[in-house]
């Protein structure tokens, strides 16, 4: 089996120059001085939030100047988190720069020089001018020029090998944008090591065509100019790059499609401009603003679609030619501006994290109603939040703070500001926080820095919902000290809990008169040991305290849903993936509608059919080959048909996360 090597190129490394035989060509020496002279060396302090802190680090790459007023040209992934920048010039001098505007989706970035640091401020700087990357054929002669960090600049000379490259497997990921949605390479064999991150790809008439950024084996991987050129114009008019966003996921044709032209909607994200638009998973979109879209036989052919759709104005009509069960039809759709996949973290040094903005499709994707939440990125151990109990943990989500609502990063810095103004000590803070879709409180001291899977249950008594233990100081903050108990989580929908009323917030501190013994972190299985020692269909009373109010609820009981290990599956040898009937608690941790009928994968051997077709684990699998897969009886027969009648292809559609996709899988029987 191949295996992909796949690197970025931010550090240092030595670049073969151009060798004495290549500078007899004419040709070659003029494409060299015409941009040789525009390139820089560029040094930064970079920082990225890990372990409870912003930790800065060294890097070096490659720039070129594009601009007379010293704007220069780089990758995102060397300077796009620079905190202070360093740029060495082809005549040796260091000069400071500022990150003008960064684009990780496109791992494009625009400096500018300070030119008052330069020995002649007034003197003209070397700029390089942009060719037309898409004149480029397999087959060009062009040349990788860099700057190694610790090196002189240097040239390597090859030729173009692809011009639709994308990345082997799978899209790369910088600061959570998935550049291959957008970007795909131009695959040349001139030789670049580390260090040649954005530095430019040449062709013989001396212009740029291309930015370097990846190798992949033996071929480097170049964004091409025109693409880089657009992305520098918005940089350095505007400081960053606006999008339009619409929610329509598109993948390649299925091998099994007739279609002639046009894409494949995999699923539409809810609430999107494509959603209420009325696009489907199924349909066919064949043109875009009158611009026709190919037939999208690869993944190659993806982002050159993406592209139509990234690039419309924001806020503008978008009009979608396509087809759906063979018939024409056409979509208006206004789009909304493209958020960050991550807004940037921020350090909260007196909480021992760092933390960023919830994003709305991040919200979406946690099956949340809104992005009203802070969002812990990292957690150093030993901190304040680290030390809470119970614990927070990196992905909670911080919404509420000392009975003020955080409804972002800014939110959690100011009042965390205000309650540590003027302290000496760490100050015990009531703070509300969801984990895994639940809400939980806990108490976290904050303030000036310190020195330095349950097993699956037999089917007994069962009231449906999820609890956290009041701890000690959990219930001094909730002004009940000494009280024991334990607080709801989460109330599980249709069950006896919500029936009865319970909700979530609210605290249980008897069960039939008698108080419930838990208090520590150890006894967070007290109370559910309670309930299933009663006789299923037996009725509690249960001492709530709400608010100030304090009621008594009655629930009767039945009996607790299927463990995970009672649930029938099914072990698909010739597919190489396992599957299982979805379960009350897989329908409480998805939200999923009651009508959703489907059954889950549970593993996926990676070099099996299904594995190779994209079958992944977490997928709902909801049909296969059109027909509906409501349990794993149904399953077991349609595949035991299709092995029968050796099919293939043959289609799996799945639900994955919050949106849908069709998977193809080709089996040899």
Same mark, same amino acid.
């Given at each position: ?51 409870? /802190? ?26 796009? /988190? ?90 790369? /990921? ?63 008019? !505007? ?67 993406? /592209? ?53 499709? !991040? ?56 309650? !540590? ?20 409180? !806990? ?227």
């Amino acid at each position: 089996m191949f295996r992909h090597a796949f690197y970025l190129l931010p550090c240092i490394a030595a670049l073969a120059p151009v060798t004495a035989s290549a500078k007899t060509d004419p040709q070659i020496e003029a494409s060299v001085q015409s941009v040789y002279p525009a390139l820089v060396r560029i040094h930064v302090v970079a920082e990225e939030g890990g372990a409870g /802190r912003m930790q800065k680090q060294r890097a070096s790459g490659s720039g070129t100047i594009i601009h007379p007023d010293g704007y220069i040209l780089t990758n995102h992934h060397v300077a796009g /988190r620079a905190t202070r920048i360093v740029v060495r010039l082809a005549d040796r001098q260091e000069v400071r720069a500022t990150l003008v505007g960064t684009d990780p989706l496109s791992d494009l970035a625009i400096l500018k020089i300070d030119k008052k640091d330069l020995r002649d401020p007034n003197a003209p700087l070397p700029v390089a001018k942009f060719g037309d990357s898409s004149a480029l054929e397999v087959g060009d002669v062009v040349l990788a020029m860099g700057s190694p960090a610790g090196l002189s600049q240097s040239v390597t000379q090859g030729i173009v090998a692809n011009t639709e490259m994308i990345a082997p497997g799978g899209s790369m /990921r910088l600061d959570g944008e998935a550049v291959g949605e957008l970007v795909r390479w131009i695959g040349h064999d001139a030789v670049i090591f580390p260090g040649n991150s954005g530095g430019p790809l040449v062709n013989l008439k001396g212009e740029i065509i291309g930015v370097n950024e990846v190798g992949i084996g033996s071929l480097g991987g170049a964004i091409p100019a025109n693409l880089a050129r657009k992305v520098a114009d918005e940089l350095i008019a !505007t400081g960053k790059v606006r999008r339009s966003w619409t929610g329509l996921l598109v993948q390649p044709l299925l091998k099994s499609s007739k279609d002639a032209a046009g894409v494949l909607v995999g699923g539409i994200i809810a609430g999107s401009p494509a959603d209420k638009a009325g696009l489907k998973a199924g349909d066919i979109v064949t043109a875009c603003n009158g611009t026709a879209v190919p037939a999208s036989r690869s993944p190659e052919d993806i982002p050159v679609f993406n /592209r139509l759709l990234l690039e419309s104005p924001v806020g503008s009509e978008v009009k979608l030619d396509g087809l759906r069960d063979g018939k024409a039809i056409t979509w208006k759709l206004t789009t909304t501006e493209r958020e960050p996949a991550e807004p940037r973290e921020k350090e909260l040094l007196s909480w021992g994290i760092t933390a960023r903005d919830l994003t709305q499709l !991040t919200a979406k994707q946690m099956l949340r109603d809104d992005n009203r939440a802070a969002v812990v990125q990292s957690l150093r151990a030993g901190g304040a939040a680290a030390d809470s109990k119970p614990a927070i943990a990196p992905g909670d989500l911080i919404v509420e703070l000392d009975g003020k609502p955080v409804t972002g990063l800014t939110d959690l810095v100011s009042v965390s500001a205000d309650i !540590t103004k003027d302290k000496t000590e760490p100050v015990p803070v009531l703070v509300s926080y969801e984990h895994d879709g639940r809400n939980f409180l !806990t108490v976290v001291k904050i303030g000036p820095e310190p020195d330095p899977d349950k097993p699956g249950l037999v089917r007994k008594a069962w009231m449906g919902l999820d609890t956290q233990v009041i701890s000690a100081d959990l219930a001094t903050a909730l002004g009940i000290p000494g009280s024991k108990g334990v607080r709801v989580t989460q109330v599980h929908p249709g069950s006896n809990a919500e029936k009865a009323g319970l909700k979530t917030g609210d605290l249980l501190l008897k069960l039939d008169g008698t108080v419930i013994p838990s208090s520590r972190p150890e006894d967070s299985d007290v109370f559910s040991s309670l309930i299933r020692q009663y006789k299923i269909g037996s009725e509690v009373a249960l001492n709530v305290r709400r608010g100030k109010e304090d009621i008594v609820i009655k629930v009767p009981l039945v009996a607790s849903p299927e463990g995970t290990s009672e649930l029938a599956s099914h072990v698909c040898d010739p597919l190489e993936f396992t599957s299982r009937d979805l379960g009350q608690a897989d329908r409480v941790r998805e939200k999923l509608p009651e009508d959703l009928k489907g059954v889950l994968v549970s593993a996926v051997v990676p070099s099996g059919w299904a594995g190779l077709g994209g079958l992944s684990n977490g997928d709902i699998l909801l049909s296969l080959d059109g027909k509906p897969v409501d349990s794993i009886e149904t399953l077991k027969s349609l595949l035991d048909e299709l092995e029968k009648n050796k099919r293939t292809p043959f289609v799996m559609f799945v639900r994955r996360g919050i949106t849908t996709r069709y998977i193809e899988l080709e089996p040899t029987w």
